[in-house]
């Protein structure tokens, strides 16, 4: 079992930054492709970024790359999204992920979720 815990979301003006953590239990993180979805008010679950187990691999969706960075530190069992730029059309509520082995945009191959936390950018 993968406990996920998420943190830094928050009410911010469009164009300011915000950087989302998520710190996972276990000993076996490095085990875990890790990334983040996102979910708008009346829209399904989408991919934004995930990091491969060492870290050496990112991918973004096309909406959010050249604004947001993922990374990891397996010493610290956790998961970052920084996120700047931030658009309206960036409110969710965004979910960090994990998923044994190779990592996947699916959120249907997600083995854990965290509970979200909420990210809403004013105009």
């Known amino acids: 079992q993968v406990q996920l815990v998420e943190s830094g979301g928050g009410l911010v003006q469009a164009g300011a930054s915000l950087r989302l953590s998520c710190t996972a239990s276990g000993r076996t993180f490095s085990s875990y492709a890790m990334g983040w979805f996102r979910q708008g008010p009346g829209k399904e679950r989408e991919f934004v970024a995930r990091?491969?187990?060492?870290?050496?691999?990112?991918y973004y969706a096309e909406s959010v790359k050249g604004r947001f960075t993922i990374s990891r530190d397996n010493a610290k069992n956790t998961v970052y999204l920084q996120m700047n730029s931030l658009k309206p059309e960036d409110t969710a509520v965004y979910y960090c992920a994990a998923k044994a082995g190779l990592g996947s945009s699916d959120p249907t191959q997600v083995d854990y979720w965290g509970q979200g936390t909420q990210v809403t950018v004013s105009s």
């Open positions: 990091i491969s187990r060492n870290g050496g691999r990112t």
